[in-house]
T-cell receptor, first 116, second 117 residues
Framework: AQSVTQPDIHITVSEGASLELRCNYSYGATPYLFWYVQSPGQGLQLLLK??????LVQGIKGFEAEFKRSQSSFNLRKPSVHWSDAAEYFCAVGGITDTGFQKLVFGTGTRLLVSP | GAVVSQHPSRVICKSGTSVKIECRSLDFQATTMFWYRQFPKQSLMLMATSNEGSKATYEQGVEKDKFLINHASLTLSTLTVTSAHPEDSSFYIC?????????????FGPGTRLTVT
């Protein structure tokens, strides 16, 4: 079965500093990988996705992620964090349900705090 | 493009009553919609997959008689929480797959906060 691990529950970064959020996945085939951001009380916004091709994926708001098959990782990065980036970040892998439907499996999320 | 709405955004109901949550794809047709539940400070857990014109498929451990899902059209799915209890209080989020896209990409609604008193 598919699974996603986000080992960091909380991360605090100074404004202007670089950011890397870790994501490891388990999936038998070539995965579809996603990063979503959720602000408090809000739904999820897609930051970027990887389906195939170039393993370095560019997303919105200056985020990027790199797919590393050998490490089963899809870490999210941003070179300079802004205070508005404070939110919950979820990594997800696309998989198949027991009944054959496609579904997303989410990690437990990483809460990003940005200090002045 | 690819906007999904949910209504209501917040609802408070009394124990024993039922509440219906709507999920609409506003600018695309969604053959498949998903319903997730999110507890405070936790991840999203898939409850069920809803396909237009057919019965929903529930994940293991989700009571289908309690969480009624109807996907009557290509743009609307509803989740009805029947005989609600305080433990049903949660954040419910729907998502939809664009019929025109063959990829495993979902567009999420803004969520509905349900509080059962």
């Amino acid at each position: 079965a598919q699974s996603v691990t986000q080992p960091d529950i909380h991360i605090t970064v100074s404004e202007g500093a670089s950011l890397e959020l870790r994501c490891n996945y388990s999936y038998g085939a070539t995965p579809y990988l996603f990063w979503y951001v959720q602000s408090p009380g809000q739904g999820l916004q897609l930051l970027l996705k990887y389906f195939s091709g170039d393993t370095l994926v560019q997303g919105i708001k200056g985020f990027e992620a790199e797919f590393k098959r050998s490490q089963s990782s899809f870490n999210l990065r941003k070179p300079s964090v802004h205070w508005s980036d404070a939110a919950e970040y979820f990594c997800a892998v696309g998989g198949i349900t027991d009944t054959g439907f496609q579904k997303l499996v989410f990690g437990t999320g990483t809460r990003l705090l940005v200090s002045p | 493009g690819a906007v999904v709405s949910q209504h209501p955004s917040r609802v408070i109901c009394k124990s024993g009553t039922s509440v219906k949550i709507e999920c609409r794809s506003l600018d695309f047709q969604a053959t498949t919609m998903f319903w997730y539940r999110q507890f405070p400070k936790q991840s999203l857990m898939l409850m069920a997959t809803s396909n237009e014109g057919s019965k929903a498929t529930y994940e293991q451990g989700v009571e289908k008689d309690k969480f009624l899902i109807n996907h009557a059209s290509l743009t609307l799915s509803t989740l009805t929480v029947t005989s609600a209890h305080p433990e049903d209080s949660s954040f419910y989020i729907c998502s939809a797959r664009d019929r025109a896209s063959g990829r495993n990409e979902q567009y999420f609604g803004p969520g509905t906060r349900l509080t059962v008193t």
